[in-house]
């Protein structure tokens, strides 16, 4: 079953409005990584988080690691109608040692 | 450098039919992936080589089969298709960790 979860499935948001999506994990996470699907495009890597309680910042993006490395957030702020599409988590998880995608976060922006 | 390349873009098959998905890339990655994506269940791993040579099963591998032809091509074959494979296919490879993806197969199985 599918080890690594993602909340909100879907977000609604006004443009220049922040929001925040996570990402949690039933096992420990080796590695987190972050990537975005445009509509009908393909994943685009973001962003790897390795150390526990890790943040790394992208203009607007902010992307954090737990501390104990079973959960991981992104958080945008000031919306814009470019930040739409789906965000996935990816982690490696000690039991399998290959990559799991969470189901993804599906971000509309209203202008 | 056009990076991870998928033929076909677009595919319709009828059940029992078979058919190869092929995939390139020129950055000299030694692994390489077939992804399958769904609605709401995010992308799921069907097969995997971490090098030239050799293959493994993912987390969803009934109904499929690879080949590593060499380090640029790995290829997804689906010996009889059936409704349950209609997706979207993804291939990907990597290199220390951070994966890149092509531009993915639509397979509509009827």
């Known amino acids: 079953g599918q080890q690594v979860m993602q909340i909100p499935q879907y977000q609604h948001v006004q443009e220049g409005e922040d929001f925040t999506t996570y990402c949690n994990s039933s096992?420990?996470?080796?590695?987190i990584q972050w990537y975005k699907q445009r509509p009908g495009g393909h994943p685009v890597f973001l962003i790897q988080?390795?150390?526990?309680?890790e943040v790394k910042k992208q203009k607007r993006l902010t992307f954090q690691f737990g501390e104990a490395k079973k959960n991981s957030s992104l958080h945008i702020t000031a919306t814009q109608t470019t930040d739409v599409g789906t965000y996935f988590c990816?982690?490696?998880?000690?039991?399998?040692?290959?990559?799991?995608f969470g189901a993804g976060t599906q971000v509309v922006v209203t202008p | 450098n056009a990076g991870v390349t998928q033929t076909p873009k677009f595919q319709v098959l009828k059940t029992g039919q078979s058919m190869t998905l092929q995939c390139a890339q020129d950055?000299?990655?030694?692994?390489m992936y077939w992804y399958r994506q769904d609605p709401g269940m995010g992308l799921r791993l069907i097969y995997y080589?971490?090098?030239?040579?050799?293959?493994d099963k993912g987390e969803v591998p009934n109904g499929y089969n690879v080949s590593r032809l060499n380090k640029r091509e790995f290829s997804l074959r689906l010996e009889s298709a059936a409704p349950s494979q209609t997706s979207v296919y993804f291939c990907?490879?990597?290199?220390?960790?951070?994966?890149?993806f092509g531009p993915g197969t639509r397979l509509t199985v009827l």
């Open positions: 990907a490879s990597s290199e220390l960790g951070q994966q890149f």
């Open positions: 990816a982690g490696i998880t000690d039991s399998w040692g290959k990559l799991q």
């Open positions: 080589s971490a090098s030239e040579g050799t293959t």
């Open positions: 950055m000299n990655h030694n692994s």
């Open positions: 988080l390795v150390k526990s309680g």
């Open positions: 096992t420990t996470l080796s590695n």
